[in-house]
């Protein structure tokens, strides 16, 4: 099955710098990638996502960006705030009959310091 | 706006108790999973079902049983609760059809003593 490496496992930035996230995945034929945050003491909730026919994409300050020669994509948040601190997980959907389930990163700890 | 609840916010149950866990979702979709969510483990997949009366195991199955009798709800049963169990229950549902977004319940604090 699909395997997902997440690093780094805690992240401190100051306030406006840039926070990068790493994940890489097992399953080449994957074609899914979220990346979901969760704040403390709440759900998960999708922050952004890329599917495998693209190789970047940005909304506002958060980008994500996929090579799947590598089989690894990233998260970039610009400008961090401290709204920003949090867990972020990303996550990888394998193909195959399961094509809906998502194997998730173990999550990263975004902490801005003000 | 998608709504995915769950029955308990926290329960406290004793070891061998059967469990039921009952998550909820209101926006027709046709998949639904559990998860557990343990520090420094991530989310871990329990079982998903991807229509009426059909499930499929996910990483972790044993220990656990699910139901989905109807299309709206999920339940999770602990068979026999022991304290590995004690955790923190994520239920998800998403669309089928190319949406792969998954929506989260607010989650289940289960201590089982």
């Known amino acids: 099955g699909e395997n997902v490496e997440q690093h780094p496992s805690t992240l401190s930035v100051q306030e406006g710098d840039s926070a990068v996230i790493k994940c890489t995945y097992s399953d080449s034929a994957s074609n899914y990638f979220p990346w979901y945050k969760q704040e403390l003491g709440k759900r998960p909730q999708l922050i952004i996502d890329?599917?495998?026919?693209?190789g970047e994409k940005k909304d506002q300050r958060i980008a994500v960006t996929l090579n799947k020669t590598a089989k690894h994509f990233s998260l970039h948040i610009t400008e961090t705030q401290p709204e920003d601190s949090a867990v972020y997980f990303c996550a990888a959907m394998g193909s195959g009959g399961s094509n809906y389930k998502l194997t998730f990163g173990k999550g990263t700890l975004l902490t801005v310091n003000p | 706006d998608v709504k995915v609840t769950q029955s308990s916010r926290y329960l406290v149950k004793r070891t061998g108790e059967k469990v039921f866990l009952e998550c909820v979702q209101d926006?027709?979709?046709?998949?639904m999973f559990w998860y557990r969510q343990d520090p420094g483990l991530g989310l871990r997949l329990i079982y998903f079902?991807?229509?009426?009366?059909?499930?499929e195991k996910g990483d972790i199955p044993e220990g656990y049983s699910v139901s989905r009798e109807k299309k709206e709800r999920f339940s999770l049963i602990l068979e026999s609760a022991s304290t590995n169990q004690t955790s923190m229950y994520l239920c998800?549902?998403?669309?089928?059809?190319?949406?792969?977004?998954?929506?989260f319940g607010p989650g289940t604090r289960l201590t089982v003593t």
């Open positions: 926006m027709d979709h046709e998949n």
């Open positions: 890329i599917r495998s026919n693209v």
């Open positions: 079902s991807y229509d009426v009366k059909m499930k």
């Open positions: 998800a549902s998403s669309l089928a059809r190319g949406r792969y977004e998954q929506y």
